[in-house]
């Protein structure tokens, strides 16, 4: 039995609450890399088309001998037709990344960015919807949507999402979001949930938390994220930092810890922002 809690999406689907991420780590580092996430005790990754590791990553999971229906794998589909997307642009990138990986089926599958200002969200999302109803994704899922995008999702798809993976962060802690998807049954899921190592694990207030609990900064933050009830899927490549990152179900923050936590939201951005954000 894995010690890291489940939250049950909108569709009944089950998803760990604490995963590792991928980002930034080379193909042929992935492998490695994943292989000892998994060995530390995690069973959620998450890659994505653009992280171009999505065939290191899958030749972990299948050499993990874990069995498939104990692994969650959520991929994302990149921004990056030239062209608007239409439905068969986006199966077959969904195809691709299949192959890449080596499975038959992923969990989660997220559009990586609304690219709201080419206005094909909508065309990605009725797409999503026929690739869950085949069963090849368990749930679909956004990244990167403010509440607007969201109400014309929920307007204007028969799709509701079941995850928004989004920048969060003790600096940025997004409460109009998350109250926002817990008003419509949509799963909070933190990106950099770390801050990506900067500032934060040096902040004095994140690190007297994490002396009065005998543990680290980052223990102490990803702590906070899961007693908030968000989703988190931390990255490192040092082995040490892996299992750092996987034991922090030892201990639990109190109201005093939570609300020093609440009071360092500062609105700073370390990824673009939504509204504006167009690479491909
Ligand atoms: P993160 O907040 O997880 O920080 C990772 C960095 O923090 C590491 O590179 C390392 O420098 C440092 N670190 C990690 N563990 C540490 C520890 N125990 N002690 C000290 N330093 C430590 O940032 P991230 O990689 O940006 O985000 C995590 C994951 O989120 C990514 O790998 C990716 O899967 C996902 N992500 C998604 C999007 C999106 O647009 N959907 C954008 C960025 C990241």
Do not use: C
């Amino acid at each position: 039995m894995s010690k890291v809690p489940s939250i049950t999406l909108n569709n009944g689907v089950r998803m760990p609450q604490l995963g590792y991420g991928v980002w930034q780590v080379p193909d042929d580092e992935a492998t490695a890399a994943v292989a000892n996430a998994l060995e530390a005790g995690y069973r959620s990754i998450d890659t994505a088309a653009v992280y171009q590791n999505e065939e290191g990553t899958g030749k972990a999971i299948a050499a993990s001998g874990i069995a498939r229906e104990d692994l969650f794998i959520t991929t994302k589909l990149w921004n990056s037709a030239s062209e608007t997307w239409t439905r068969d642009s986006v199966l077959r990138e969904f195809d691709a990344s299949l192959t890449r990986l080596g499975l038959d089926y992923v969990d989660l599958y997220l559009i990586h960015w609304p690219r709201a200002v080419r206005e094909d969200y909508l065309t990605v999302l009725r797409a999503f919807g026929e690739i869950a109803e085949s069963g090849r994704a368990r749930a679909v899922g956004v990244s990167n949507f403010q509440p607007a995008h969201l109400n014309r999702v929920l307007a204007e798809t028969p799709v509701v999402p079941a995850v928004n993976q989004v920048e969060l962060h003790p600096y940025l802690q997004q409460a109009e979001l998350r109250a926002y998807h817990a008003g419509h049954g949509i799963a909070t899921e933190a990106w950099s949930p770390l801050g990506q190592g900067k500032e934060l694990l040096g902040d004095p207030v994140v690190v007297r938390i994490a002396e009065k609990h005998g543990r680290t900064p980052a223990q102490v933050v990803l702590r906070w994220h899961l007693q908030l009830g968000n989703v988190v899927i931390p990255k490192s490549v040092t082995p040490a930092r892996i299992r750092e990152n996987f034991d922090v179900f030892g201990f639990e923050l109190d109201g005093e810890d939570m609300a020093a936590f609440s009071a360092l939201d500062n609105g700073t951005r370390l990824g673009p922002h939504p509204d504006s954000f167009d690479e491909f």
